[in-house]
């Protein structure tokens, strides 16, 4: 590009205003990693915590301790790892970053207060589903991606049934909710990504 | 009555990285050399005057060992960029 255009006609320098403002706006940084890791891992504790319950083991739902750390320290370190390489800032960068900080405060909030009190259990699930939901709409919007909404209103509907069901049923849809809400998103998200690579 | 353009953006080069910062948060040098086609030199010139308009600012740091200069527009830049879309577009209603 030269250094000065004088001759740059208006029509010209509205066309580069468009084209650059369009430019920036493609720039798409999320691959849908996230959305599979934490699906994946919540769906197959799920379903082994499931397992492990049916088989009556007492110690059913230790797999969380082991996962839900483990998504965390993958998290981390992808996120360093992004912060790197990232060479621009997006308002859309922001806006997620405070939502997804939002969804980590209540997400924590949910897991580690509302179990103090043991009677709540059987509302944990559809409430932890809840907050998935709300973040994934959210999310769904504020990255203009359908597939997320989609999940996130399947996600209410099954927490909606889940709030009725017993300990067992809530694990297996929670298992399908997370399908629906993070891993299919999550892998379209990435079909999406490396297409505009 | 015609405003004149504002000649610090009425150049190729300098509305097209205030064009990019607008649009965004914050960008590295990189970046914008990337999006702009522009020569290291070239773009360095330019940021600089940007920046001595008062219509960008200019961060220098390091990563990974290496110097990076982030860039964002300020808010005399926002006015200055919302004044020149407006200006064009009275010169573009008038030519039509």
Partial sequence: ?197 | MFKELDPILHSQLRLAVISLLISVKEAEFNYLKEKTKASSGNLSVQLQKLKEAGYIEIEKSFKDNFPLTTCKISNAGIEAFENYVKNLKQYIQVKK
């Avoid at chain 1, 915590?49 to 797999?63: E, G, S």
């Avoid at chain 1, 959210?138 to 049934?161: H, R, T």
């Avoid at chain 1, 929670?174 to 990435?190: D, E, K, Q, S």
């Fill in chain 1, 1 to 197: 590009m030269e250094n000065e255009q004088l001759d740059m006609t208006e029509n010209k320098a509205l066309e580069l205003i468009e084209n650059m403002i369009l430019s920036a706006k493609r720039e798409i940084h999320d691959n849908g990693f996230y959305y599979m890791l934490w699906g994946y891992l919540v769906f197959i504790s799920a379903l082994i915590d499931y397992y492990l319950l049916v088989q009556t083991y007492p110690k059913h739902a230790t797999i969380w301790a082991i996962t839900m750390p483990l998504g965390g320290v993958i998290s981390i370190i992808k996120g360093f790892k992004d912060k790197k390489s990232q060479r621009v800032v997006t308002y859309v960068d922001e806006v997620m970053r405070h939502v997804i900080t939002a969804y980590g405060i209540s997400l924590f909030l949910v897991c580690f207060v509302m179990p103090m009190t043991s009677k709540n259990w059987q509302s944990f699930y559809p409430v932890l589903m809840v907050i998935y939901a709300f973040s994934l709409y959210a999310m769904g919007g504020i990255v203009k991606f359908k597939p997320l909404q989609y999940g996130a209103f399947s996600i209410w509907a099954m927490a909606v049934v889940s709030f009725f069901m017993t300990y067992d049923i809530q694990l297996l849809i929670l298992a399908l909710g997370v399908l629906t809400g993070f891993i299919i998103p999550g892998h379209l998200m990435n079909i999406r990504f490396n297409k505009n690579v």
